[in-house]
């Protein structure tokens, strides 16, 4: 599910969520990923391909043990809203946000994200 302004921001695509090969392979065993900050949050950060470098590189730059999951929206089972994200984002740019669980069955493609050899993550889209 989706609010209805998620075409002006999303053209179909599949949406990206970013965490470590160690929090994959524990989201797979328990069914759902409920990455830290859930609580206090009570979403869990999303990206188009577009947008995924942006929050990689302020929160992850340099790490090796990244991986993306591709996400199919029809999947998620909780509502995905787009807002603001961080001051220094593009002022325009909005960020999906699910809000429940990210479940493993919602999961249909994972790939290693990698930083180049700065430590940079490069934008995907």
Known sequence: MS????????AG???LHMCSRDEWA???RLGERVPPGFDADGFVHLSTPAQVHLPANRLF???????????????LGAQVRWEPGVPSDP??????HLYGPLPVA???????YLPDDAGVFPPIG
């Open 3 to 10: 609010t209805p302004d998620q075409s002006e921001q999303f």
């Open 13 to 15: 695509g599949s949406l």
């Open 26 to 28: 524990t989201a797979q």
């Open 61 to 75: 730059a340099g790490r090796r043990d990244l991986v993306l999951l591709s996400l199919d929206p029809d999947r």
């Open 91 to 96: 002022t325009s740019m909005r960020f999906p």
């Open 106 to 112: 919602a999961v249909v493609e994972v790939t290693d």
